[in-house]
């Protein structure tokens, strides 16, 4: 994806955008790379340390959901994961 379409994701001014992507790209998580066919389009790559260090916050993040939800029953475990499906749909209507 493009810097752009990152602060459009992550609701970011283009400038907050860019400033993280500097960090990122400084800790070799991604990088820029022009592209092939608008060499004033610069996209974004994970590189394989990004993939990583996301594998390990959703998998901390995981544990975490896990034990504090173990002692919520299951039949109000899935009206939250309803809920929250829904929640999901409406504002993907709603981005377009």
Avoid: F, W
């Avoid at 993280?20 to 004033?40: C, F, H, K, Q, Y």
């Amino acid at each position: 994806m493009t810097i752009g379409e990152l602060g459009e994701r992550m609701y970011l001014a283009c400038s907050t955008a860019t400033d993280l992507i500097d960090r990122m790209e400084r800790n070799e998580l991604v990088e820029r790379v022009r592209d092939v066919n608008d060499r004033r389009v610069i996209r974004l790559h994970v590189l394989d340390k990004g993939y990583q260090m996301v594998e390990e916050v959703l998998a901390a993040r995981k544990r975490y959901l896990s034990e504090t939800l173990r002692d919520v029953p299951q039949e109000d475990i899935e009206a939250m994961i309803k809920g929250m499906t829904q929640l999901d749909q409406l504002l993907r209507a709603k981005r377009g």
